[in-house]
């Protein structure tokens, strides 16, 4: 199963990634798993001085850095087949203009998605934005990239990039209104539909 999760700061994706990841260990897949490493900064593979200097770098390291983690996941994607990729190139082409390197554009964003395998499942997480900033509220980020006032504006981008990806095979999961330990059994449901002859024969 190759995913590409998108969706706001908050939506859940952490918590899927985490629970599929959980799922496949017992059914005997190995998800690479690639959660936070889109984002400034990587919070999972990096120690703190580290994510700080990545913080404070000049944007136009930022964008180099990024472009060439968003290339170099294109032969890990191939290389792999059970991979979860949170946000990746459509969280770049959001996240990098808006925060990171403001005023320069991501043009390579469908360039990116002409390497991707054809079992490729794009995956659209949302929530009512209240429950976002709710979920900001509760469990600050040490270090946040959307502030509360963005929430709409950015839940809104990721619908239209959603919409103009050109992967085929699509899921909207929206989180609103239910635990992160239910994210898992909604998920499973949802993505059925989009699942390659493989994956189905996995889990049956």
Same mark, same amino acid.
């Given at each position: ?52 200097? !990545? &913080? ?6 930022? @964008?180099?850095?990024? %472009? +060439?983690?968003?290339?170099? =996941?294109? #032969? ?45 499942? !794009? &995956? ?6 209240? @429950?976002?900033?709710? %979920? +900001?509220?509760?469990?600050? =980020?040490? #270090? ?46 949802? &993505? ?13």
């Amino acid at each position: 199963m190759r995913l590409v999760t998108i969706g706001c700061e908050y939506v859940g994706k952490t918590a899927l990634a985490d629970a599929l990841q959980a799922w496949g260990a017992q059914h005997g897949r190995n998800f690479h798993m690639d959660d936070s490493d889109f984002s400034i900064p990587d919070d999972r593979h990096l120690a703190e001085d580290e994510q700080q200097a !990545l &913080v404070e770098a000049p944007p136009a390291l930022k @964008e180099r850095f990024q %472009r +060439m983690q968003i290339y170099y =996941h294109v #032969f890990v994607q191939r290389n792999c087949e059970d991979c979860i990729f949170g946000g990746y190139h459509i969280q770049e082409a959001i996240y990098g203009p808006r925060y990171y390197y403001p005023g320069t554009e991501v043009h390579y964003l469908q360039h990116v998605e002409g390497f991707l395998q054809p079992d490729t499942i !794009l &995956v659209l997480m949302t929530a009512d934005p209240d @429950e976002i900033r709710a %979920r +900001m509220k509760a469990a600050p =980020h040490k #270090f946040p990239i959307v502030p509360p006032g963005d929430v709409e504006e950015v839940q809104a981008e990721f619908e239209k990039e959603f919409a103009a990806s050109t992967i085929k095979r699509k899921v909207h999961l929206d989180t609103t209104g239910f635990p992160a330990d239910e994210i898992l059994d909604r998920f499973l449901v949802a &993505v059925r539909p989009a699942l390659s002859a493989r994956d189905l024969l996995l889990m049956s």
